[in-house]
């Protein structure tokens, strides 16, 4: 039983079946709290626990799913050129409302989590909450954070913004469709995105191009601002 | 074989992403380099849009797939977590609702501004 538990297939498989099982309930209930990945996380979590099999053991399969993450990140410059044109004609907008929104991405989550006294990696782990989960995973690793713990809040982060976003928009009676689009990029990445999406092309098409932007601009912002956090306060 | 071509173009770009980082020493993933080189690949006309968009569109509608694994290592690290959960949610509300706000605002004053010229 060990030997078949090890084999990549099995990672693979109950990877596959976990996930058609949360695109399965996100159809039927169609709310942006049923996240696909987040079930399907949840589920291998699960099942791994319950019949006590190892992540390693799990990880033999999952190695073979997770390289995939590094030819899809080098993918996002396909949608960002097809949009770029986009960019081109709200150059000034764009570009400042994405660094705003990405510097005080960082800022608050260094403040808070300082406030609430978590730990150096745990503060790491949160600081790329707000960008596309790929490059988000790496810009994570690269500063010592945890990634499973920056996926997850990733992923949070999306479906909490994919609500809230839509919330403030109609209760700011704003009708601003560029600027609903960039907000929604830069606060919840690709989860926002699709919701965006279904608001409106144009809010769709921004928040894509924003997310791609705003991952970018985090891989420099992000380090640079840690660094000087440090050098301010210790 | 028009697939192979696709993905030899994505984890070329890839690699040289991962080699300018290793030689360079610089803290921008490999990844995310290989991104930035497909983009002004594309952009310059050196690749066409055809030669990578099979490939592409596939891997990015099936993103979410691909990070199951990496998701599915919380339970190794859960006890980074766990006498958290009250930090980790407040942290993510106020943030993602402050960068929301914040971007909207900017955009809509500096777009506001410019249809005044």
């Known amino acids: 039983m060990s030997e078949l538990v090890k084999s990549p297939v099995f990672g693979l498989l109950i990877s596959l079946i976990a996930f058609q099982a949360g695109a399965y309930v996100k159809k039927k209930l169609k709310l942006s709290v049923f996240n696909p990945l987040l079930i399907a996380i949840i589920l291998v979590i699960l099942f791994l626990t319950l019949t006590n099999i190892s992540y390693e053991d799990y990880n033999?399969?999952?190695?073979?799913?997770?390289f995939f993450l590094y030819p899809a990140t080098v993918s996002l410059a396909l949608p960002l050129y097809r949009k770029f044109h986009l960019f081109r004609k709200n150059v000034l907008p764009i570009c400042a409302g994405i660094l705003c929104g990405a510097v005080s991405s960082i800022a608050c989550t260094i403040f808070l989590a300082r406030l609430f006294g978590l730990s150096e990696k745990l503060t790491l782990s949160l600081i790329p909450k707000s960008i596309t989960t790929p490059i988000g995973m790496a810009v994570s690793e690269q500063m010592g954070g945890v990634p499973p713990v920056t996926v997850v809040a990733i992923i949070i982060t999306g479906i909490l913004g994919s609500i809230t976003g839509p919330f403030l928009y109609r209760v700011?009676?704003?009708?601003?469709k560029v600027a609903m689009g960039i907000a929604m990029g830069s606060s919840s990445h690709a989860i926002g995105t699709a919701k965006a999406v279904e608001i409106g092309e144009t809010e769709g098409a921004m928040s894509g191009l924003t997310?791609?932007?705003?991952?970018?601009?985090?891989?420099?912002?992000?380090?640079?601002?840690?660094?000087?956090?440090?050098?301010i306060f210790q | 074989l028009k697939y192979l071509g696709q993905i030899a173009i994505i984890t070329g770009a890839y690699f040289i992403g991962e080699a300018i980082q290793t030689l360079l020493k610089i803290p921008v993933p490999g990844?995310?380099?290989?991104?930035?080189?497909?983009?002004?690949?594309l952009y310059t006309g050196l690749i066409k849009v055809e030669m990578v968009e099979d490939v592409c569109d596939f891997l990015l509608s099936h993103m979410s797939?691909?990070?199951?694994?990496?998701?599915?290592?919380?339970?190794?690290?859960?006890e980074m977590l766990s006498g958290n959960w009250i930090p980790f949610f407040a942290i993510i509300i106020i943030t993602t609702i402050l960068v929301w706000l914040v971007t909207f605002y900017v955009v809509k004053l500096l777009k506001g501004e410019n249809s005044h010229e």
């Open chain 1, 172 to 176: 700011l009676k704003i009708n601003d």
């Open chain 1, 60 to 66: 033999y399969g999952g190695r073979m799913i997770s």
């Open chain 2, 31 to 41: 990844a995310v380099i290989g991104l930035i080189l497909l983009f002004l690949a």
């Open chain 1, 211 to 231: 997310m791609a932007i705003a991952g970018i601009a985090t891989v420099f912002l992000a380090p640079a601002m840690w660094k000087l956090y440090l050098i």
């Open chain 2, 65 to 78: 797939f691909f990070f199951i694994p990496a998701g599915v290592a919380l339970m190794t690290n859960f």
